[in-house]
C-alpha cells in the first residue's frame, strides 16, 4: 500500500555529515508520523529520530541529540535525517518508518528497505 525509499547512506569518517532520504508514494504522507531506525549487527534496533505529521512534536535518541536532525517536506513526500559528528557507534542500516499516528514515536505499519551507513575511526 504504501512504499518507502531511503538513499543517501554510504561509507564515512568519524567526524563527517550525512543526509538520508526517504521519498514516500501515496497521498496520506502529510498524516503520517514518520522515523528512522537503525540496526546494527548484533544488536537490537533502535529509533534515532521522529517527527510527527505537523512537524510540531520530534524525537531524538540520547546518543545524537545535538548531533542529529529530522525535518519533513510534506509536498515532496519526502523525510530527511541530517547526521553530522558521526561515530563509528553510528555505524548500521538505516531505515525508514512511517504509520498514521498521533505520535511522532508511532505505533509504525511501513518500514523502507534500508540504507547502509558505515563510519570509520
Known amino acids: 500500500q504504501v512504499q518507502l525509499v531511503e538513499s543517501g547512506g554510504g561509507l564515512v569518517q568519524a567526524g563527517d555529515s550525512l543526509r538520508l532520504s526517504c521519498t514516500a508514494s501515496?497521498?496520506?504522507?502529510?498524516?503520517?508520523?514518520m522515523g528512522w531506525v537503525r540496526q546494527a549487527p548484533g544488536k537490537e534496533r533502535e529509533l534515532v529520530a521522529a517527527i510527527s505529521w505537523n512537524r510540531l512534536r520530534t524525537y531524538y535518541l540520547d546518543s545524537v541529540k545535538g548531533r542529529c536532525a529530522i525535518s519533513r517536506d510534506n509536498a515532496k513526500n519526502t523525510v530527511y535525517l541530517q547526521m553530522n559528528s558521526l561515530q563509528p557507534e553510528d555505524t548500521a542500516i538505516y531505515y525508514c518508518?512511517?504509520?498514521?499516528?498521533?505520535?511522532?514515536?508511532?505505533?509504525?505499519?511501513?518500514w523502507g528497505q534500508g540504507t547502509q551507513v558505515t563510519v570509520s575511526s
Open positions: 501515496g497521498r496520506s504522507f502529510s498524516t503520517y508520523a
Open positions: 518508518a512511517g504509520g498514521q499516528s498521533s505520535y511522532p514515536r508511532g505505533p509504525y505499519d511501513y
